[in-house]
Nanobody
């Protein structure tokens, strides 16, 4: 059975960092485009970053996170990461991982940035 499971969220002060993980089971992440999305309270779901199955394609980042977030993958661990630095209150949201090859969403992990 196909699953993706997010982890690594939490409460952090502005300027702090978190690393989110998205672990896959039942399929190989390396063969899939994988994206991180987020949904802030009262808002729609926004695409944050995408990493492609080919290393020759530059990852995509939404403008508000460029220069602060980095998406990466560890194929040996079958995991995709989202390193988030210099976090801001407006980054507060539920973060979701999506694997395109299997059309699978995780349950989400909450990130709260607050002083």
């Amino acid at each position: 059975q196909v699953h993706v499971v997010e982890s690594g969220g939490g409460l952090v002060h502005p300027g702090g960092s978190l690393r989110l993980s998205c672990a896959a089971s039942g399929f190989t992440f390396g063969n899939s485009r994988v994206s991180w999305y987020r949904r802030a309270p009262g808002k729609g779901r926004d695409l944050v970053a995408t990493i492609y199955s080919s290393d020759t394609i530059t990852p995509y980042y939404d403008d508000p996170v460029k220069g602060r977030f980095t998406i990466s993958r560890d194929n040996a661990q079958n995991t995709v990461y989202l390193q988030m630095n210099n976090l801001k209150p407006e980054d507060t949201a539920m973060y979701y991982c999506y694997a395109a090859s299997v059309d699978s969403w995780g349950q989400g992990t909450q990130v709260t940035v607050s002083s």
